[in-house]
C-alpha cells in the first residue's frame, strides 16, 4: 500500500475522560498525521501514539484542518475508536482456494460477506489468517522490523504441489522457506491445516505436522502451535471443486492419526525420560471414548501391539529427528471441536486443551464454554422466576450432545424451562452445523408455527458482529416479527444465564 492511499483516520467513538474527549475531540473527526507521520493502519497508529509528546494533525467534520500538542504518559491512550483499523485499505486475497467460505455463499448478500482478506495487519491485530502468497518485499521488511509477531497462518500443506492445488496459486510453494524465515528471526506463527479428504489427509496429512513439528523447538518456536480443522462445505460450492465432506469414519480415522503423532512428539519430547517408559505407562494419549465406549481397541488396526507405531516417511524412520534435543516442552498440535463432533466422541477433558492457543479456531471452545458455564451457574444457584414461563435456546446439532447439561441444569431454576432446540442448516445444505452457521431462514423454518414459550435465546454468534443481522441478511427484529416472540441475543455464558432469567420475568413486547 502506498502513502497516496492512506485515507485519515475517522473517528466513531471517544472514550470518556480520555485525552481526546477533553481536548474536545468528536465522531467524524479524522487523524491524518501523528508527528508528521501519517499513520497506514492501526499498528502504525499504535507505535506512534507510544510517546510524550504527539503532534497531531487533525481534519474536523467539518473539513476544517487542526494542528494540535498532547503531552502524555507514552504508553496513555489517547482514547478514540476508529471505522476500520486499516486506513490505506484491506489486502485482498489472490488465491482460489475451493474450501474458501466465501465462495461457497450465495450471490446477492450484503457486500462485506464477498470481502476476501488476506491481510498480515488483520493477522496480528485480531488473529484472522493468512497464506503469505501476496506479501511484497516491503510487508515483509515491516513485519520485521517492527517484530509483528505472532501471525496466524493458513498452511493447509507443506508440499509445495499439495499447497498449490489447494490454493490455486504458484506462490504457494514457499511455505516451508517463509517458516524458516520467521524462525531465523525469532518471530512465531499458529498455523491452522485444513483438511479436505483425498487432498491433503493421509501421508500427506502427517508430512505436513511433522514439517511444522520441527519448527516448535526452543524457547520461542517459530511454530506456536498448530490447529487441524475439518473442511466446512456448503451446497452453493462450484460443481467442479473435487471437494469430499468429512464423513464420522473419516473424522475418527483423522482423529486416530493425529492422536498418533501427538503422542510420538510427547515421547520424543520428554528427551530420554521416553526411553525409560515400560509397556505399563500411561498412554500420552487419553482414550477415544462415545458414551464411556472405548474405541481405540475399534480403530487401532487389527494386530497392533503399540499404541503409537513408529512415524515413517518413504521408509525414513522420523521418530529419532523428532526427538531432537532441545525441542520445546508445549503441545504443538490441537484438534478442532468439530473433529469429535463430527464423529460422535466425546470432547477431550479441559486439562487436555492447557492454555488454549487456538481457541480462536475452534480448539477447545466448546469445552471452555461448558467449564464457564458451571462456574457462572453456581453464583445463580437461589435464582428463581416470579410464574413459570417457557424459553427456547437455540444452536447448531453439532453442539446437541454437548450442550445438553446445561439446558439440564438451566432448568434446575424454579419457574424456567429451557428447550434447547438443535438445528442443521438447510439454507447451507449441512447436515451437521455449528451455532454460528445458523441463518434467519433456518431458524424461521424451523420454529414457525411451534409452542415458542415465551421467547427465545439466540446466541449472537450467529450475527454480524455489532449488528443483529444473521449471515443471510435477514435481521432479529424481521424475526421476531414472522415468529411473533421476543429474541433475546445473549454472548457468552454470564449473559445466557442472566439472559435466560431476565427473559423469563419480562413481558413480551412485540
Known amino acids: 500500500m502506498s502513502e497516496s492511499s492512506t485515507k485519515p483516520a475517522l473517528i466513531t467513538k471517544v472514550i470518556p475522560d480520555s485525552i481526546c474527549a477533553e481536548m474536545g475531540f468528536d465522531v467524524g473527526d479524522s487523524i491524518v498525521a501523528i508527528n508528521g507521520q501519517k499513520p497506514r493502519d492501526l499498528i502504525d497508529y499504535q507505535f506512534l501514539c507510544a510517546d510524550e509528546f504527539l503532534e497531531l494533525e487533525v481534519l474536523d467534520a467539518k473539513g476544517k484542518t487542526h494542528k494540535l500538542e498532547i503531552e502524555k504518559e507514552y504508553d496513555e491512550d489517547l482514547g478514540v475508536e476508529f471505522e476500520t483499523a486499516l486506513f490505506d485499505g484491506l489486502i485482498q486475497c489472490n488465491n482460489r482456494c475451493p474450501f474458501c467460505f466465501i465462495d461457497q455463499q450465495p450471490p446477492g448478500k450484503r457486500e462485506t460477506l464477498y470481502l476476501k482478506d488476506d491481510d498480515y495487519r488483520l493477522s496480528f491485530l485480531y488473529g484472522s489468517y493468512l497464506t503469505l502468497t501476496n506479501l511484497t518485499e516491503k510487508e515483509w521488511n515491516r513485519i520485521e522490523q517492527m517484530r509483528l509477531s505472532p501471525l496466524y497462518v493458513s498452511v493447509h500443506a507443506t508440499e509445495p504441489d499439495v499447497r498449490i492445488r489447494l490454493l490455486k496459486n504458484f506462490r504457494a510453494g514457499k511455505i516451508l522457506e517463509q517458516i524458516k524465515w520467521f524462525q531465523e528471526r525469532r518471530l512465531q506463527i499458529h498455523a491452522q491445516v485444513v483438511v479436505c479428504p483425498g487432498i491433503n489427509d493421509g501421508e500427506h496429512l502427517e508430512r505436513t505436522l511433522l514439517d511444522l513439528a520441527k519448527f516448535h523447538t526452543g524457547n520461542i518456536p517459530a511454530v506456536a502451535s498448530v490447529a487441524v480443522v475439518p473442511v466446512g462445505l456448503t451446497r452453493f460450492r462450484p460443481a467442479e471443486d473435487e471437494l469430499i465432506a468429512v464423513t464420522p469414519e473419516k473424522a475418527r480415522e483423522v482423529i486416530a492419526q493425529v492422536q498418533q503423532i501427538q503422542g510420538v512428539l510427547s515421547q520424543g519430547k520428554n528427551g530420554k525420560k521416553a526411553k525409560r517408559r515400560n509397556s505399563k505407562s500411561?498412554?500420552?494419549?487419553?482414550?477415544?471414548?462415545?458414551?464411556?465406549?472405548?474405541?481405540?481397541?475399534?480403530?487401532?488396526?487389527?494386530?497392533?501391539?503399540?499404541?503409537?507405531?513408529?512415524?515413517?516417511?518413504?521408509?525414513?524412520?522420523?521418530?529419532?529427528?523428532?526427538?531432537?534435543?532441545?525441542?520445546?516442552?508445549?503441545?504443538?498440535?490441537?484438534?478442532?471441536?468439530?473433529?469429535?463432533?463430527?464423529?460422535?466422541?466425546?470432547?477431550?477433558?479441559?486439562?487436555?486443551y492447557a492454555d488454549y492457543?487456538?481457541?480462536?479456531?475452534?480448539?477447545?471452545?466448546?469445552?471452555?464454554?461448558?467449564?464457564?458455564?458451571?462456574?457462572?451457574?453456581?453464583?445463580?444457584?437461589?435464582?428463581?422466576?416470579?410464574?413459570?414461563?417457557?424459553?427456547?435456546?437455540?444452536?447448531?446439532?453439532?453442539?446437541?450432545?454437548?450442550?445438553?447439561?446445561?439446558?439440564?441444569?438451566?432448568?434446575?431454576?424454579?419457574?424456567?424451562?429451557?428447550?434447547?432446540?438443535?438445528?442443521?442448516?438447510?439454507?447451507?445444505?449441512?447436515?451437521?452445523?455449528?451455532?454460528?452457521?445458523?441463518?434467519?431462514?433456518?431458524?424461521?423454518?424451523?420454529?414457525?408455527?411451534?409452542?415458542?414459550?415465551?421467547?427465545?435465546?439466540?446466541?449472537?454468534?450467529?450475527?454480524?458482529?455489532?449488528?443483529?443481522?444473521?449471515?443471510?441478511?435477514?435481521?432479529?427484529?424481521?424475526?421476531?416479527?414472522?415468529?411473533?416472540?421476543?429474541?433475546?441475543?445473549?454472548?457468552?455464558?454470564?449473559?445466557?444465564?442472566?439472559?435466560?432469567?431476565?427473559?423469563?420475568?419480562a413481558e413480551v413486547q412485540l
Not at 294 to 323: C, F, H, V, W
Open 282 to 352: 500411561t498412554p500420552p494419549n487419553p482414550p477415544l471414548s462415545r458414551g464411556g465406549e472405548d474405541l481405540n481397541p475399534i480403530l487401532a488396526t487389527e494386530g497392533d501391539s503399540n499404541p503409537n507405531p513408529p512415524l515413517s516417511r518413504g521408509g525414513e524412520d522420523l521418530n529419532p529427528i523428532l526427538a531432537t534435543e532441545g525441542d520445546s516442552k508445549s503441545r504443538c498440535i490441537w484438534l478442532a471441536d468439530e473433529w469429535f463432533l463430527i464423529a460422535g466422541l466425546d470432547l477431550p477433558s479441559a486439562a487436555d
Open 357 to 505: 492457543p487456538q481457541i480462536g479456531n475452534g480448539v477447545g471452545s466448546i469445552r471452555q464454554f461448558i467449564q464457564q458455564f458451571e462456574t457462572a451457574f453456581e453464583k445463580h444457584q437461589e435464582a428463581k422466576v416470579d410464574s413459570p414461563r417457557k424459553l427456547i435456546w437455540v444452536v447448531g446439532n453439532a453442539v446437541e450432545k454437548a450442550f445438553l447439561p446445561i439446558a439440564q441444569q438451566l432448568n434446575q431454576i424454579p419457574g424456567l424451562s429451557v428447550n434447547m432446540v438443535a438445528l442443521s442448516s438447510r439454507y447451507w445444505g449441512q447436515t451437521i452445523t455449528v451455532t454460528g452457521l445458523l441463518t434467519g431462514q433456518d431458524l424461521l423454518e424451523a420454529l414457525q408455527g411451534k409452542d415458542l414459550g415465551d421467547g427465545i435465546l439466540l446466541p449472537s454468534v450467529m450475527l454480524k458482529q455489532g449488528e443483529p443481522r444473521f449471515l443471510d441478511d435477514m435481521t432479529v427484529e424481521q424475526l421476531e416479527k414472522s415468529l411473533k416472540t421476543r429474541i433475546l441475543p445473549v454472548s457468552g455464558v454470564e449473559e445466557l444465564i442472566s439472559g435466560a432469567i431476565g427473559l423469563a420475568t
